[in-house]
């Protein structure tokens, strides 16, 4: 019997993060919630106290100067899913994640360029009145893509 899960990855990231030490949060529950590899575009990833699990040497960390050279790079058969408060965003709640997948998160203040926004195959947003800290944000979506629901 094959596992349904054998050929499935996901990686996640932030496009011009702004609080260093929400990537350390970050990248903590990225290696906890079986993300297979974690990156930046724009601004870097810096050793912050908050990745106390050292998740950025425990995993693949890359990281990319612009959108178009990350848009460029995403794996072969990636899905790439955006996470935005937008009028086209789908609910979390009902999204079948792709089996292959890249999670983005844009910056705290200013979420997405609307060129990710664009470029992104599917637009996710959860129930929230007010955009939440980019660290609990890409952790609610890596524990959503953990329930049992069906795979695309």
């Keep these: ?8 990855f996901f990686g996640i990231g932030i496009q011009n993060g702004k609080t260093p030490e929400n990537l350390g949060a970050l990248w903590r529950s990225a290696q906890n919630l079986g993300a297979s590899f974690i990156f930046t575009i724009g ?5 912050q106290a908050s990745d106390t699990h050292h998740a950025v040497k ?21 899905r790439l899913v955006g996470v935005e ?4 965003a789908v609910a979390l709640e009902s999204f079948e994640h792709p ?5 983005l998160l844009g910056a705290e203040d200013h979420g997405l360029s609307k060129k990710a ?10 129930k929230s009145e007010k ?3 980019v660290a609990i944000a890409g952790s609610i979506v890596m524990y959503d893509r953990q329930l049992p629901k069906s795979r695309q």
Excluded at 1 to 8: G, I, P
Excluded at 73 to 78: D, M, Q, S, T, V
Excluded at 117 to 126: M, T
């Design 131 to 133: 955009s939440l800290n």
């Design 117 to 126: 926004q664009e470029k992104s195959h599917h637009l996710v947003q959860f």
């Design 85 to 88: 408060m937008a009028e086209k």
């Design 58 to 78: 425990a995993m693949p960390y890359f990281h990319y100067d612009t959108f178009d050279d990350f848009y460029a790079h995403l794996p072969k058969g990636a």
């Design 1 to 8: 019997m094959v596992d349904n899960f054998e050929h499935e």
């Design 99 to 103: 089996r292959r997948c890249v999670y």
């Design 43 to 47: 601004n870097r990833y810096a050793k």
